[in-house]
């Protein structure tokens, strides 16, 4: 027994019966004996219908009333899941996200949570009430919608969780848990029991996308321990929390990013400040860079290398092409990569990782173009064709084939 | 050039071409100069979606779950107003009941108004926003979202409009005014210039259904001046007000009401307090009653006629079957009755009136079962099937035919 905070996202409810099914969920919860608080996203293709009549009157909408279009999403969801939890007898209440007491800045459509005032929340627990909570959206200073972007809704889980101070906060998915590879596509992946927030962290960044990763570091921050659970089969999920028991894997997980383009300046002037200037022009266009390298090339010029999500590509070589020093070195990009890592909290203490790694892709016949590593990870970038063949090869390595 | 509030209902903003429409006909009020506030209900079908979805998941849903669910409707309406008018150069900002300062009681689904805190409303005029408010909806004590109940959007303009003292409140329909019979049906229905508050209630107590009695009431208290006017057809339409300009006009319509079922007690036994028992009974069954009647009958009985809305008479005849004191009388009901009416402030001087139209009816071979007047309307109780022809000859006796 103890306080529970369950978040839901939008397809688990599309339709009335998948309303019907977390209500169960959550009942089943309450009468364990537990005070439980909901957090919803919107009931499926709400938002994209919204979206779409937004469209309709103007391509370049304000933010500030995107903001209160979205919004009326989560009402809906959170209203129909209340009806439903009082249809199967228990008491419940729903709450948008300023009557739960979420307050952000006014960056509309990405607003950051400041705080949660929790009395409104605490007062209807105490009532014995199922608190139904709209995620994903806050209210501002001037009193007004904001919504916290893509992703929102495990934030404000994870929001309220540390501001409650729940025993856990469990994000249901159409996942039943974590798995060291996508168990769709590899033989033998394997559930994880637990994992920690770093590990989660580099799994999310690899292209796991289980949970959200604003989430996981707000959770990793205020130490609340979250459950990727399955909505679907009810069986224990993935606990992520700080530190996990032993274990003698080293290895979490493997996973592979196609939306990986690689983009190579090729020849520039050896001398200080290039990367700084490369660097920096990225990020005035708020093009997010991940793989960094850079080697001495010949005859006084070097070579960068990085990647950017393909969506990124154009922009990226535009714009480091528009930099007065790049002269005539070549700038180019190449979008058929795809980038395979291992992750695992054990392996900077074990330099055999890496090796084992490169091992198991050379004895595929893999070609690697760039290798990149962290505490905690081990990237590889290979033609996009071999991705597969590359996880799969990894994984086996790793954590057998059975 | 003042302030100017005005309303648009649900099939005004149905579509995206509807809301440009709006958005048109708000932002030419505004270039003119005026200080302008919108205020707009749900979507066209929003609403009935939205109690759809609730039905699917109960046929006893709370009020305050239904509340929450319904504001959602507006909301949506508001963001979609004003971008389009932004999309057509003008300043606007949307405002939901709650923060447009709508404070109300906590009678879910059915909510009164209690104060319009205008504050933010002056803010936003000041700054020469159009102020684009959510109708229908408000906040309670507890900081809960509250809904008026249907046409509570005509309402919540009448209200903001009191509340700041605007120079008019413009209530838009798809009809071009107030009519002194029904265009669609009556041969020389002519179009009112002005209307008083009391003509005005009595029109749509008696089926005109042009304007929601309630706003009626509330601009008659606050000495708001009403302006009824088409959404699709830009000429002025009808004002409301306290007290007209002299027109040589005595009755300001005619009008038919079908949902009309007839009660009669017969042969009651003629005591005192018969009267005060029967209509105690309807109103703690929360029958409204319309027009009464009460006759001496023969042998110390005595005959009570009166009449409900369609949707009531089983009960209304129900529950006064079962009031002890009724005995061997009989309780009876008829709804193949229509009720006629003219109505116009000038009447009650000028005794005439009732005679012209007594003769009308007469010339047509048409029976009175019943008749009732008050200072400004006389009602007849005719057959249902007759009700089309005596408008007609009513409307003609009083207006012409041409």
Same mark, same amino acid.
């Given at each position: 027994? +103890? ?148 992703? +929102? ?14 025993? =856990? ?44 990763? =604003? ?36 290895? =979490? ?109 050379? +004895? ?39």
């Amino acid at each position: 027994m +103890g306080l529970i905070v369950q978040k839901f996202g939008g397809s688990s409810v599309a339709n009335t019966e998948r309303v019907m099914n977390v209500a169960r969920i959550v009942t089943d919860t309450y009468k364990k004996g537990n005070d439980v608080v909901v957090v919803v996203s919107a009931q499926g293709d709400t938002t994209d219908d919204l979206i779409a009549k937004a469209k309709e009157i103007s391509h370049h909408n304000s933010k500030r009333e995107m903001d209160m279009l979205m919004a009326a999403g989560e009402q809906i969801s959170i209203a129909l899941l209340a009806m439903a939890i009082e249809e199967l007898g228990c008491p419940a209440i729903s709450l948008l996200g300023w009557q739960a007491g979420f307050r952000t800045d006014s960056v509309y459509s990405a607003a950051r949570i400041k705080k949660v005032e929790t009395d409104r929340i605490k007062t209807e627990l105490d009532n014995r009430k199922i608190v139904v909570v709209a995620g994903f959206q806050g209210l501002n200073k001037y009193q007004d919608m904001t919504t916290l972007g893509r992703g +929102g809704s495990d934030t404000s889980a994870v929001a309220i969780a540390a501001a409650l101070n729940a025993d =856990r906060c469990q994000i249901f998915t159409d996942v039943d848990g974590v798995y060291t590879a996508d168990p769709r596509k590899v033989k033998g992946a394997r559930r994880l029991q637990e994992i920690t927030y770093d590990e989660m962290l580099e799994l999310a960044t690899l292209g796991a996308q289980v949970l959200n990763n =604003r989430s996981v570091e707000m959770a990793k921050k205020y130490n609340v321990e979250l459950e990727v659970i399955s909505s679907l089969n009810p069986i224990p999920g993935t606990i992520v929390k700080e530190t996990t028991k032993m274990e003698k894997m080293l290895v =979490r997980g493997v996973t592979k990013d196609k939306d990986v383009s690689k983009i190579s300046i090729v020849g520039v002037e050896d001398v200080p400040g290039i990367a700084f200037k490369v660097f920096s022009q990225l990020a005035k266009n708020n093009i997010n860079v991940d793989i960094i390298l850079q080697s001495v090339g010949r005859d006084n010029t070097k070579d960068i290398v990085f990647t950017v999500s393909m969506a990124n590509e154009e922009e990226a070589v535009e714009c480091i092409k528009a930099l007065p020093f790049i002269g005539d070195a070549k700038v180019f990009s190449d979008n058929t990569v795809a980038k395979v890592s291992v992750v695992g909290a054990g392996m900077e203490t074990h330099p055999g990782t890496a090796s084992k790694m490169f091992e198991a892709l050379y +004895g595929k016949g893999i070609n690697i173009q760039t290798i990149s590593t962290s505490e905690i990870k081990i990237s590889v970038l290979i033609d996009e064709k071999d991705a597969d063949k590359a996880v799969s090869a990894v994984h086996e390595a790793f954590f057998g084939n059975d």
